[in-house]
């Protein structure tokens, strides 16, 4: 069975223009003059202080055309703070008309995918460019889909609302160890507190030059060490605020990112103290009472990622 579903917690957000790629590689973590049509990039803009407006994922749709995705609740910040730096480029800030963010599961869901594109499409395939619709595989089993409503890959796949399975995508995500900057969060964390500088999600490019707050992200990675790192936790309690702090021995030694249940156990991700969180410390309550569970990510961490 093939689940084709919409994912509403994302949005889309276009950069079109001669200078788009010139004005985001002075904007963000990522080498955006690496960025191609068939390639995939996590990113982030930061404040000055190197505070994480917003991440996001990035690719090309051509030359003069950047796409990125990214929670909805958060996009209009990023817009509102790109938006003071590109006056003087040429290149402008939209939001695509008549497309949408859809996620697509299922034993047989790269077999349909590889039937409808004509081609052999795997869990390794790079992003591939199907007109206007763009298809990603994310892992084994979920292939995520930025579709034109009315296309004909629209309409093959026909995605519905699914509240389930959008939020069972987004549990997918947090056991991946992705985070995400929603709006409770924006300005809050340095990239490095969200494993952006790891290289399995390899959002922090250290070659490219200057972007805004690059000295603060810089100096961590060459001359200091990120104290805090996001981590995977598991807790019984059910009540989790994004933003909300963590505890080790009555002081708070972090915050949450993401969260989401699967209906026995809250999942969450955790930008935490790294002392506290591999003694086995942390909690959601100050009292200590209401225990994390460290889950192990499928990544390793460094002191400077």
């Not at 609740?73 to 939001?95: G, T």
């Not at 990603?136 to 034109?148: A, G, S, V």
């Amino acid at each position: 069975m093939i689940n084709a579903f919409l994912l509403p917690a994302f949005a889309l957000l276009d950069i079109n223009g001669p200078d788009s790629k010139k004005f985001l590689q002075g904007q963000v973590t990522c080498d955006v003059l690496k960025v191609h049509s068939d390639k995939l990039s996590h990113s982030a803009h930061c404040t000055h202080k190197g505070r994480m407006v917003a991440n996001f994922d990035l690719t090309a749709i051509n030359d003069d055309h950047l796409r990125l995705r990214l929670p909805a609740d958060n996009l209009n910040n990023l817009k509102a703070s790109l938006s003071k730096y590109i006056v003087f480029s040429k290149a402008e800030l939209s939001q695509p008309n008549g497309f949408i963010v859809a996620g697509l599961t299922g034993v047989s869901a790269y077999e349909k995918v590889s039937t409808l594109l004509g081609t052999d499409f795997t869990a390794d395939s790079p992003v591939v460019q199907q007109g206007n619709n763009l298809l990603i595989p994310r892992d084994n089993e979920r292939i995520e889909c930025w579709l034109e409503v009315g296309s004909d890959v629209y309409n093959s796949l026909s995605p519905s609302a699914d509240d389930a399975l959008a939020l069972d995508w987004q549990l997918q995500e947090i056991k991946s160890g992705q985070g995400w900057i929603f709006a409770e969060t924006s300005e809050v964390f340095i990239p490095q507190n969200l494993n952006l500088g790891n290289t399995a999600i390899n959002g922090i490019s250290f070659t490219k030059g200057c972007y805004t707050g690059q000295e603060i992200v810089a100096r961590i990675h060459y001359k200091g060490k990120a104290k805090r790192h996001m981590y995977l936790f598991k807790s019984s309690n059910t009540t989790v605020t994004l933003g909300s702090n963590v505890y080790s021995n009555g002081k708070s030694v972090g915050e949450i990112v993401n969260s989401c249940s699967d209906g026995m156990n809250t999942w969450l991700l955790a930008c935490a103290n790294s002392d506290a969180t591999e003694a086995g410390k942390v909690s959601l309550d100050e009292g200590g009472s209401q225990v994390l569970t460290l889950q192990t990510l499928p990544y390793e961490l460094s002191e400077n990622s």
